[in-house]
């Protein structure tokens, strides 16, 4: 997998591109990465990082539908989680955004963590996995739960009930 990070360029032309927050240019835009990216035929994971860029990229990803034949993972950390500082994407309007995806595509979606060394970090609570449950159980696409690896071992007991809820439901570290 070939991972991007995508946001609405922050200027005109207003296009999605390659670029994490709080840089908001880039030199390389999602339609030609999306084209590189097709051509070596790896699977591809797009990481969200604005709400303004889904709906934009979506046109673009379902113009190529037809040309991958590799693995296409939808990625976005849409609600709050142990540490996080950064504001999730709102849910319901993630998933309004990429509600056309082929069926296809996996949904990759996470929590907004952070990790401090050498300090007592707290793991996913259980209302983090019934809230992250709740979003999930009326979804039609499989989706997979990426997670931060320091944070299973106090978040064993939540992650695996989050997981036995749907046979649609993995996760990754």
Known sequence: MIEADIILRGHDPKEPIMAHPPEIDSDI????????????????KLDFKSLEAVAPSMLLLEKMWGELSQPVWINADILPGPGGQTTPLEPQAFLAAVGTLSSGAVLSLGWTTGW?????????SWDMVRDMEKVCSVLKHPVTFPVRAALLPQSFSQLK???????????IL
């Open 116 to 124: 401090t060394a050498d300090a007592d970090n707290p793991g996913y």
């Open 29 to 44: 835009t999602l339609r030609e990465w999306l084209q590189d990216v097709t051509a070596c035929g790896k699977g591809m």
């Open 161 to 171: 009930w989050l997981l036995q809820q749907s046979h649609r439901f993995v996760q």
